[in-house]
C-alpha cells in the first residue's frame, strides 16, 4: 500500500530553521500533487502549502507566505517544507498529502515540530 513518511521534526528555538521531508512510496509519484498540513491541540487541520505534481505550481497559507518554501524532488519520491523565521505559532504535528483524485489521496502519519525558547 502507499506509504508516505515525514521526518524532520523536532524542537527549534523561535527565528530557528527545520526542512521537514516527506518520502513517497508505492505510488506514480510524479502524477501527484503534494502538500503539507499541519494541526495544532485543539485546532483544526490546516493546508500550509501545496505543490503541483510538477512542480511547475505552488501555493501557501498566508501565515507562512515568505517564510516556507516547499519543493519536490520526483527523482527521489520526495517532497520537503523548508520552515524559515519560525514562530512559537507555527508549533503543530505535520502531515503530508498526496493527492490525485478522490480516490487517489493518502496521507501520512505526521512529524512534530515545537517551537519554544
Known amino acids: 500500500q502507499v506509504q508516505l513518511v515525514e521526518s524532520g521534526g523536532g524542537l527549534v528555538q523561535p527565528g530557528g530553521s527545520l526542512r521537514l521531508s516527506c518520502a513517497a512510496s508505492?505510488?506514480?509519484?510524479?502524477?501527484?500533487?503534494m502538500s503539507w498540513y499541519r494541526q495544532a491541540p485543539g485546532k483544526e487541520r490546516e493546508l500550509v502549502a501545496v505543490?503541483?505534481?510538477?512542480?511547475?505550481?505552488?501555493n501557501y497559507a498566508d501565515s507562512v507566505k515568505g517564510r516556507f518554501t516547499i519543493s519536490r524532488d520526483n527523482a527521489k519520491n520526495t517532497v520537503y517544507l523548508q520552515m524559515n523565521s519560525l514562530k512559537p505559532e507555527d508549533t503543530a504535528m505535520y502531515y503530508c498529502?498526496?493527492?490525485?483524485?478522490?480516490?487517489?489521496?493518502?496521507w501520512g502519519r505526521g512529524t512534530q515540530v515545537t517551537v519554544s525558547s
Open positions: 508505492r505510488l506514480t509519484f510524479s502524477t501527484y500533487a
Open positions: 498529502n498526496a493527492r490525485r483524485n478522490s480516490k487517489n489521496d493518502y
Open positions: 505543490i503541483t505534481s510538477t512542480g511547475g505550481s505552488t
